[in-house]
């Protein structure tokens, strides 16, 4: 029976080891850029919401939403020059990067509520090189109406003070990739752990 018990143990172990493994494997890389009350550059609107980055081919794939904007209009936008502590400040933003020439079809385009749903692909931009830019949403007239910087897909982990395998256990679940198997993969480990723990 003992060594039954411990057989399981380390066949528990092992699938967790597993899960860890296919969650790293699974999660998806990207960026994400937030527009809030701070992303403000002007008071006749307030253009809240959040874009995603994603890698696609050689470029970029940019999707999600914006609220706020003028209603059922169309407007610029435009990935900046600058970067960091400067890429949303009016002295540091700079210019369309690479060039304003590329932008000239990257438009948002909204409905009757001032919303505008985004999905273009930005084949002009490295995705490497984008992170930590700013990426300034136009009005309609040109102007500058919100500014975001573009950082790294946020992931939420959870640790724990307690022993080191309900730690692990605890890491995964908050972490966990989104995909079937590996889900399945961890609730198995997960109830043969506590059943022969």
Request: proline share 2%; aromatic share 8%.
């Amino acid at each position: 029976r003992t060594a039954f018990r411990d057989n399981y143990k380390m066949a528990t172990r092992g699938l967790l080891l597993l899960t860890t493994v296919l969650a790293n494997l699974f999660t998806a890389e990207g960026y994400t850029v937030t527009y809030d009350a701070a992303s403000q550059l002007e008071t006749t609107q307030t253009v809240l919401g959040t874009l995603a980055l994603a890698k696609e081919g050689d470029g970029i794939k940019v999707t999600g939403t914006l609220t706020g904007l003028e209603a059922s209009s169309s407007g610029n936008w435009h990935v900046h020059t600058g970067t960091g502590d400067n890429a949303c400040t009016v002295s540091g933003m700079g210019s369309p990067y690479t060039s304003p020439a590329e932008y000239s079809s990257v438009k948002w385009t909204s409905d009757a509520s001032g919303k505008a749903t985004f999905d273009q692909t930005l084949s002009f931009l490295a995705y490497a090189d984008v992170k930590d830019h700013g990426i300034v949403i136009h009005l309609s007239s040109g102007t500058k109406s919100a500014c975001a910087k573009i950082i790294d897909a946020s992931s939420t982990t959870t640790t724990t003070t307690s022993s080191p395998s309900t730690s692990t256990a605890t890491s995964l679940s908050s972490s966990i990739a989104t995909q079937p198997f590996v889900t399945i993969t961890f609730l198995m480990a997960s109830l043969l752990f506590l059943f022969f723990h």
